[in-house]
């Protein structure tokens, strides 16, 4: 019994020692390299100089490209989903796009899932990322020569987010509160002068543009460019009723 013992611990330790030396004696496995990313700048060298206009878009200044690239491409994998251009801005500008769901009227080019006509992907010098100043970033869509005729209205030079909302709002044309109401912040519509250019009628209870072009207009009082003669020679009671009447505003019925 104490000979097989002995036998069975010679042979262990035998098998022991042979295992320490093919361990030891083995060459050593070099260590798999893991795939690394390459910087997108590294080719991409043009982007860089865009780190140094005065606004730079958050996933810009932290390298993130893939916050909204595909590293890729367009591959027709499913985890790879390319996203339509504001829905995309929108995963981040989640405040806007609440607004922009409950907005009565909305800037078409919103509606057309756009926001790179206005705003810079990268960075710009220009406050929101725009990449034109003032009104010379609504001009890249809008016609320029609407607004540019002889008499122009005053808020026009201060600018067009004086009268309308850049995205949206709950009113026609994007303006930022009703049009009467709008009109009414500047032009005082109980004073004299007012009530007597307008012949005393109660215009607060129409739309000023029914009369007035609210950009700029070839005509005195900026008049729409296309008026009734009526209208230019300040005949309003000879269409409307009169205005001591219950309803001035009103047409006056034909015979």
Do not use: W
């Not at 390319?82 to 919103?110: P, Q, S």
């Not at 009369?211 to 207009?217: A, L, N, Q, Y």
Request: aromatic share 6%; glycine share 6%.
């Amino acid at each position: 019994m104490a000979f097989k013992s002995g036998h069975f611990l010679f042979k262990f330790i035998f098998l022991a020692i042979i295992f320490s030396i093919f361990i030891t004696c083995a060459p050593e496995r070099k260590a798999r390299k893991g795939f690394v990313a390459k910087p997108c700048m590294d080719c991409h060298k043009e982007m860089k100089s865009e780190l140094a206009k005065k606004y730079v878009h958050v996933p810009m200044s932290e390298r993130d490209c893939e916050a909204c690239h595909l590293r890729h491409g367009r591959l027709a994998v499913k985890s790879f989903v390319e996203r339509e251009e504001k829905k995309l801005c929108f995963t981040c500008h989640t405040g806007m796009a609440a607004d922009v769901e409950n907005m009565a009227g909305v800037h078409t080019v919103i509606k057309q899932g756009k926001c790179l006509p206005c705003h810079d992907a990268h960075a710009s010098d220009n406050t929101s990322l725009q990449k034109e100043v003032g009104n010379e970033q609504c001009f890249t869509c809008h016609d320029k020569a609407p607004f540019m005729r002889a008499k122009r209205h005053k808020p026009l030079d201060k600018g067009c987010l004086t009268c309308h909302a850049a995205h949206g709002s709950q009113y026609k044309d994007n303006l930022i509160i009703e049009e009467t109401g709008l009109c009414r912040s500047c032009h005082n519509f109980t004073e004299k002068g007012f009530r007597n250019a307008h012949r005393d009628y109660p215009v607060e209870q129409a739309e000023c543009s029914g009369c007035h072009s609210p950009h700029s207009s070839s005509n005195d009082k900026l008049l729409r460019e296309s008026i009734h003669e009526p209208l230019r020679l300040a005949q309003c009671d000879s269409c409307h009723n009169p205005n001591t009447g219950p309803d001035p505003i009103g047409v006056i019925a034909p015979d």
